[in-house]
């Protein structure tokens, strides 16, 4: 049985300082659901990915990693004649990154309802979405609606990751309303501090809502009672793929049938772990380094 079931858009990125002066950039491949399915992978459980490439280089890296690490890969598709979404990101001293999306009918935002295995999403123990995904299109929303209702008829697991990217919506109104639809849909919720009023409705003391706050810790309330876990106290190096990170060892820890604090403690591992690498998901651990 696969444990995790996931979709999104796997995305080339290029990582470099301010791109007008630098002469060197790093390559990579990225995405939330990209490096939540890594992680979970790396740590021994059964996670599959469902997603769009073009018929690229970008495209084939992406599957090459997704395959070498583990990942159930049946359900990617290889658009023909279409790019694979890419975003540039420029590092800036004492500043948040800048990041510019190349994505605009890219392959990953043609995913649609129809590419949605209904069965397989049955049959896995948990479904995971993001408002990454969501954004893309309206295709691609439809298609997350699609894969929850279907993890709904079977009584599967929802984990929404809320994951607000401005630069994909049309208005915060128009969010509000997704985001929301998708938050109350799902039985495990994790959100930024700065994301709550975007998902007022879902905060319910019946859900399981998990606030990373990043370098100040984390916080669940589970079961009517509240648990919180310290910040990073490693060197940070890229701050890039740590929600994800931190998502992942959540979702690892319950599937292992561990308390809501030891939840916690194993997102907080990943995602110290997440930002002392350049990259999103390379220097995540597997179960043996935890």
Not at 4 to 10: D, I
Not at 54 to 79: H, P, Q, Y
Not at 89 to 95: G, H, L
Request: net charge negative; with cysteine; hydrophobic share 45%.
């Amino acid at each position: 049985m696969t444990d995790v079931y996931t979709l999104g858009e796997p995305l080339g990125i290029v990582a470099s300082g301010r791109v007008r002066h630098e002469s060197e950039a790093r390559l990579d491949v990225c995405g939330p659901e990209f490096t939540l399915a890594v992680a979970l992978a790396r740590l021994g459980h059964q996670c599959a990915y469902l997603g769009k490439v073009g018929d690229d280089e970008l495209g084939a890296r992406a599957i090459t990693v997704l395959k070498g690490e583990g990942v159930d890969v049946a359900d990617v598709r290889v658009s023909e004649g279409l790019r694979t979404g890419l975003l540039l990101r420029e590092t800036r001293v004492a500043q948040e990154h800048k990041v510019s999306y190349y994505r605009a009918g890219s392959a990953g935002s043609r995913l649609a309802p129809g590419n949605v295995p209904i069965d397989r999403i049955g049959a896995s123990k948990m479904l995971h979405v993001t408002g990454v995904t969501a954004g893309l299109s309206r295709d691609a929303l439809e298609a997350v609606r699609v894969a929850v209702s279907a993890a709904k008829n079977a009584e599967v697991m929802i984990s929404f990751s809320v994951e607000y990217v401005p630069e994909l919506w049309p208005s915060v109104r128009e969010a509000e309303e997704v985001l929301g639809e998708l938050a109350c849909d799902s039985h495990l919720l994790f959100l930024r501090q700065d994301e709550l009023d975007l998902v007022k409705p879902a905060l319910t003391p019946e859900r399981e809502v998990v606030v990373d706050r990043g370098a100040k810790g984390a916080t669940v309330r589970a079961d009517r009672m509240r648990y919180d876990v310290s910040g990073w106290q490693v060197p940070v190096v890229d701050t890039a793929g740590a929600g994800e990170a931190f998502a992942a060892g959540y979702i690892s820890a319950a599937l292992d049938g561990l308390t809501p604090q030891e939840r916690l403690h194993r997102g907080a591992l990943l995602s110290a772990a997440a930002v002392t690498s350049v990259s999103d998901w390379q220097g995540l651990p597997d179960r043996a380094e935890l």
